[in-house]
């Protein structure tokens, strides 16, 4: 994980770099569902500066990726899965009406935090190369 945080930093996806960021602050002071929405928001940017298509939503932009670059079909059907789990009723990346999301914590952003900083970096290497 430390080589994709290494890539994803050094990568030329700015807005990646901001969210990774904040999600790693996050993380250590605990705030799970603002890591796991950071990190989401991480791929999503990673994707569309990719891409090149700034407004398209993440399903479009991973579609893109299949068809332009070869990426697996699973891999970017995975991450889509990984945005839903983030966008459903009560999900993350909604406004607390809910209030907390008690179902968000540690495991759940560690997880998001080594999948999404290894698909930035996986993007970046791709993009170089």
């Known amino acids: 994980m430390q080589r994709d945080m ?8 700015s807005g990646s770099k901001t969210h990774l960021q904040t999600a790693l602050s996050a ?18 940017s990673a994707v569309k ?4 298509d700034q ?9 893109s990726l299949i068809n332009e670059t070869g990426v697996h079909r699973a891999l970017a059907d995975a991450f889509d899965k ?3 789990y983030t966008s459903d009723e009560k999900g993350i990346r909604h406004a607390l009406v809910f209030g907390n999301n008690e179902k968000v914590g540690f495991d759940e952003g560690v ?5 999404c900083t290894a698909f930035v970096g996986f993007l970046s290497r791709k993009k170089q190369g």
Request: aromatic content about 14%; overall charge negative.
């Open 82 to 84: 990984l945005y839903a």
């Open 6 to 13: 290494q890539v994803a930093f050094s990568s030329s996806f």
């Open 111 to 115: 997880f998001f935090l080594s999948a």
């Open 55 to 63: 407004s398209a939503v993440l399903s479009k932009a991973l579609k």
């Open 27 to 44: 993380l250590g002071e605990g705030e799970y569902r603002t890591a796991v929405r950071e990190l989401i928001h991480a791929v999503e």
């Open 49 to 52: 500066d990719f891409t090149g």
